[in-house]
């Protein structure tokens, strides 16, 4: 099992690079991230965006761009649909969001002509390294699905699982996150994390063990389970995936991680026909570039299994 993305950069080093469409490539992180995937040798890039904006930073940066593709694409609704159109056609492995609203990007990933459909539920996972954690913590939906049904909830699952294999989390621990560690009536989240965890219990989800509910702290910790009496969970204290109730949740949990707690940060939007990397615009290039390093590793599986 992959700890820290130390071990995930090393792991992608040793696969193919991957061929990376970016969509609004009009950005000095993304051209950072770009640069550095480039010199570990775990991409190649196809770079949509305002080509007089994209030299300018790359010459602000020092960047060399003469082995890269530029396609001179200003719009960013149109630069988002011709990088889609590169991966659907064949001509790219990943789809990367560049310097473009979420919105923008997912309604050329859902086009009918150039899209990425698969006829599955479309969600967001991050991957956080957490230096007081044993393992890399998988939390969806942080970006996507707003207040997800409990069917969508068990397709946001199922959409981790081929991330998770590639981190070695089979089966992998899932917490059903909520405000406390027994069912509610009153509280919808218990209700659905309860289900979840009895539809694990018979079947319902491959290279998965589900629990719920779980408040965060039994999650990750065995003695808080052991001091709230809960007992018998083979996901308390060890969790790999955070399923959170809903997109508020996530998304203040994933940026108090970032922010407050100094994590390392990845994203993928999961359940398309290829990956495709969605971090925040004020992301760090490193997380862009580790971003690029999950989804060629996802890719890889993909095509391999």
């Known amino acids: 099992m992959m700890k820290n993305f ?10 193919p690079p991957a061929r990376v469409a970016v969509a609004a490539a009009h950005d000095d992180a993304v051209l950072e991230a770009v640069r550095g995937a480039i010199e570990l040798e775990i991409a190649k890039f196809t770079l949509v965006g305002d080509e007089v904006k994209i030299n300018s930073l790359a010459s602000e940066m020092g960047m ?11 719009d960013n609704t149109k630069a988002a649909l011709r990088a889609t159109a590169l991966v659907s056609g064949g001509q790219a492995d990943i ?12 309604r050329a990933v859902l086009d009918k ?3 990425l459909r698969t006829g599955r539920l479309l969600s967001h996972t991050f991957v956080i390294e957490a230096k007081t954690y044993d393992r890399l913590i998988l939390m969806t939906d942080c970006a996507m699905n707003i207040n997800p049904t409990l069917a969508q ?3 946001i699952i199922r959409n981790c699982e081929s991330l998770a294999q590639v981190l070695g989390k089979s089966p992998a621990r899932v917490a059903a996150l909520a405000a406390v560690e027994v069912v509610n009536p009153d509280m919808p989240s218990t209700l659905d994390a309860a289900a979840l965890a009895k539809m694990a219990d018979r079947g319902q989800f491959k290279n998965f063990v589900v629990d719920g509910p779980l408040a965060l702290d039994i999650a990750v910790c065995d003695e808080a389970a052991k001091h709230k009496g809960l007992t018998g969970s083979s996901v ?17 949990l ?23 990397v969605l971090t925040s615009r004020s992301d760090t290039f490193e997380a862009k570039m580790l971003s690029i390093a999950l989804a060629n590793m996802v890719g890889y599986y993909e095509k391999n299994n």
């Open 6 to 15: 130390t071990q995930v950069m090393n792991a992608a080093q040793e696969i």
């Open 64 to 74: 060399n761009l003469s082995n890269l593709k530029i396609i001179n694409e200003p």
């Open 95 to 106: 789809l990367m969001k560049g310097l473009l609203s979420t919105a923008n990007l997912l």
């Open 113 to 115: 002509e150039v899209g």
């Open 153 to 155: 909830k068990a397709e």
């Open 236 to 252: 308390a204290g060890q969790a790999d995936i955070f399923l959170v109730p809903n997109i508020e949740v996530g998304n203040i």
């Open 254 to 276: 994933a940026k108090s991680a970032v922010y407050l707690g100094g994590c390392r940060i990845a994203g993928l939007v999961l359940g398309a026909s290829k990956p495709v």
